[in-house]
């Protein structure tokens, strides 16, 4: 229903007075990416990070990750038991810095500029943890209040990487929990193949990058930044390239319809059946 709304731009009518008080907190910093993630074209380009918890035996932990989008490499990371800590931000913010201050140096790129983008969380939005990026090349993107969508790759990243510690590296039962994150990390780095690198490796794709074999598109510097939701764009796009060809929305659902049904057809195993398979045209009628 919220989708269907934001799409037709419908909005709830209540019977509540309204009122014109501004928001008392405004966003710490733009968000630079929104939903423009696959226009990242270049390592260090625009990096990621939030923090996620989870419990090993009987102890409470926090891990922060900081990511490179490009690449899906984990730049640097921090982790510690005391709940509410603000260690593990500032240890892995300084691994992040020296991955991006390496790649510079060699690569010769000192001009290029590096977006960290985080969530609105206190530590990230905090004076001292903008102190240490403050003589970098680096500028500070962050998600609307309340709207992780806007983090989508750190957010599923965080997800799946806590379900591998899990099942493949027994995190839960682990003595040394900072070993078994470390160990996992660098398998992650130089080992594990990730299908949106078609199947490479973070490092194996970054070494591909910079010996010339993956080529930069030039895409990043022509986002268009929109708070429309992705989905919903997409969509009123594809009515109006059916309103151009005389269709309605109407018809265009019948026509996604159909097609949906055509495809469940052709891949549908074979009959073994004696009965012969109908035809594709009774199938649609």
């Known amino acids: 229903m919220r989708r269907a709304f934001g799409y037709l731009d419908i909005e709830s009518k209540t019977k509540h007075k309204k009122r014109d008080n501004p928001r008392k907190r405004k966003d710490p910093?733009?968000?630079?990416?929104?939903?423009?993630?696959e226009t990242v074209d270049?390592?260090?380009?625009?990096?990621?990070?939030?923090?996620t918890a989870f419990w090993a035996r009987f102890d409470y932990w926090e891990l922060t990750f900081y990511f490179d989008v490009f690449t899906k490499e984990i730049l640097g990371r921090g982790i510690t038991r005391r709940r509410g800590c603000t260690d593990p931000y500032y240890e892995g913010l300084e691994q992040a810095i020296k991955k991006i201050t390496d790649h510079l140096e060699y690569t010769g790129g000192t001009d290029e500029m590096s977006i960290i983008h985080t969530d609105q969380g206190s530590v990230y939005t905090s004076m001292a943890y903008n102190e240490v990026i403050k003589d970098k090349n680096i500028v500070r993107s962050c998600s609307r209040a309340g709207k992780p969508t806007d983090n989508p790759v750190n957010e599923s990243l965080n997800g799946w990487i806590k379900e591998e510690l899990m099942i493949d590296f027994d995190l839960y039962n682990a003595?040394?929990?900072?070993?078994?994150?470390?160990?996992?990390?660098?398998?992650?780095?130089?080992?594990?193949?990730?299908?949106?690198?078609?199947?490479?490796?973070p490092d194996e794709y970054y070494?591909?990058?910079?010996?010339?074999?993956?080529?930069?598109k030039d895409t990043f510097?022509?986002?268009?930044?929109?708070?429309?939701?992705?989905?919903?764009?997409?969509?009123?796009?594809?009515?109006?390239?059916?309103h151009d060809f005389g269709i309605d929305g109407d018809d265009l659902e019948v026509m996604d319809d159909l097609v949906s049904?055509?495809?469940?057809?052709?891949?549908?195993?074979?009959?073994t059946n004696e009965e012969p398979i109908p035809s594709l045209v009774s199938t649609l009628l």
């Open 261 to 271: 049904t055509a495809d469940a057809w052709i891949m549908a195993p074979v009959s």
């Open 207 to 216: 070494r591909r990058f910079i010996d010339g074999e993956i080529k930069r």
């Open 221 to 242: 510097k022509d986002r268009i930044l929109d708070e429309t939701p992705k989905f919903i764009r997409e969509r009123r796009k594809k009515d109006g390239a059916a």
């Open 42 to 51: 270049r390592p260090r380009q625009v990096i990621v990070s939030d923090m």
């Open 29 to 37: 910093y733009p968000n630079l990416v929104f939903a423009t993630w």
């Open 175 to 201: 003595w040394d929990v900072p070993q078994v994150i470390d160990a996992y990390i660098a398998f992650y780095n130089t080992e594990r193949p990730s299908y949106s690198l078609g199947y490479a490796s």
